[in-house]
Each structure stands twice: as C-alpha cells, then as structure tokens.
C-alpha cells in the first residue's frame, strides 16, 4: 500500500519562505515519479510542479517559476518543495501526489496522471 504524506504548511507573511514535505511510502516507494498541486479558496485544483522518477527532471507552473524548487533526497522517497518569495495568490491547500513510471517518462503535468494523493496541508500567506 502506497501512502502519501504532506507537511510543512503554515502561516507565512508575503515574501516569505516555506518548505513542505512529501514522503511516498510504500512498496517500490523509490520508483515514482511526484507532482505538486494546489487548490485555493474557490478555485480549481491546479498544477504546480513535478519531479521524474530520476530526480533529474522537472517542471513548474509559470505562477512559481523562479520561486519555487521541487526536489528529492537521494533515496527518492521523501520530496521537496521549496516555496520562496510567497504572495498572498499562494495561499491554498497543497497535495503531493505519486505515480509509479519507468525511469525514462517525461514529468507528468496533470491531475489524472497521477493516481496517488495526499491529504494536503495548508499554506496561508498573509499580505
């Protein structure tokens, strides 16, 4: 059984940094590829930033680019996101989600690719 754990949310004031967590858990946990997504208040959920299975590779949405980092220790089991520079737009609720892959997939950008998820944590930033 797959789990999937997030933390590191909290209150943080415009222009500050957070760091969240995600530790993948589970048979062959090494072996998966991770993507970031977010859903604020009255809005969709949406992609934030992915990682391959390789750690080598990586995407982001335009909203964090140059703001956030995505990555993974070298077990490839726990995963990062390294959020600086937070404007109040970033205020939502984050899920980590993993999906098994073979070593050569492209970064996975969207929801349904990924099939298992977090419960989210919260990130508030106050203006």
């Known amino acids: 059984q797959v789990q999937v754990v997030e933390s590191g949310g909290g209150l943080v004031q415009a222009g500050g940094s957070l760091r969240l967590s995600c530790l993948v858990s589970g048979p062959a946990a090494s072996r998966y590829s991770v993507g970031w997504f977010r859903q604020g208040p009255g809005k969709e959920r949406e992609f934030v930033a992915a990682i391959s299975r390789s750690g080598g590779r990586t995407e982001y949405a335009d909203s964090v680019k140059g703001r956030f980092t995505i990555s993974r220790d070298k077990d490839r089991t726990i995963n990062y996101l390294q959020m600086n520079s937070l404007k109040s737009d970033d205020t939502a609720v984050y899920y980590c989600?993993?999906?098994?892959?073979?070593?050569?997939?492209?970064?996975?950008?969207?929801?349904?690719?990924?099939?298992?998820w977090g419960q989210g944590t919260q990130v508030t930033v106050s203006a």
């Open positions: 989600a993993a999906v098994s892959t073979i070593l050569t997939a492209p970064v996975r950008t969207t929801a349904n690719d990924y099939r298992f």
